[in-house]
């Protein structure tokens, strides 16, 4: 088993930067993907970011392009999603997802465990 747990989310002003971090524990050092999704009030999950351990290769959705960075210590198996020119459409519960297959995926029915979720709020 696999327990991942979220931290670092809370209120920002539109324009600033936040970093959330989720530490891996139990079975982690077998996972090779780990990655970010985010749900908005009203709306639907949707993918955010993805790292590969294997060669750190990443993955981003559009709309964090540019503004989102993912990194981690894959000794640690801990995870960072540095965020910075936050929008107001920013604003969601934010969870860690790990994938057991070795290939970075935007699909969360392709991850195999998640953390509880950290809220980011976005003022403007």
């Known amino acids: 088993q696999v327990h991942l747990i979220e931290s670092g989310g809370g209120l920002v002003q539109a324009g600033g930067s936040l970093r959330l971090s989720c530490a891996a524990s139990?079975?982690?050092?077998?996972?090779?993907?780990m990655g970010w999704f985010r749900q908005a009030p009203g709306k639907e999950r949707e993918f955010v970011a993805a790292?590969?351990?294997?060669?750190?290769?990443?993955y981003y959705a559009d709309s964090v392009k540019g503004r989102f960075t993912i990194s981690g210590d894959s000794a640690k198996r801990t995870v960072y999603l540095q965020m910075n020119s936050v929008k107001p459409g920013d604003t969601a519960v934010y969870s860690c997802a790990a994938r057991v297959i070795p290939v970075i995926s935007a699909r969360e029915t392709n991850y195999n465990y998640w953390g509880q979720g950290t809220q980011v709020t976005v003022s403007s």
């Open positions: 139990g079975r982690a050092y077998g996972i090779p993907v």
């Open positions: 790292i590969n351990w294997s060669g750190g290769s990443t």
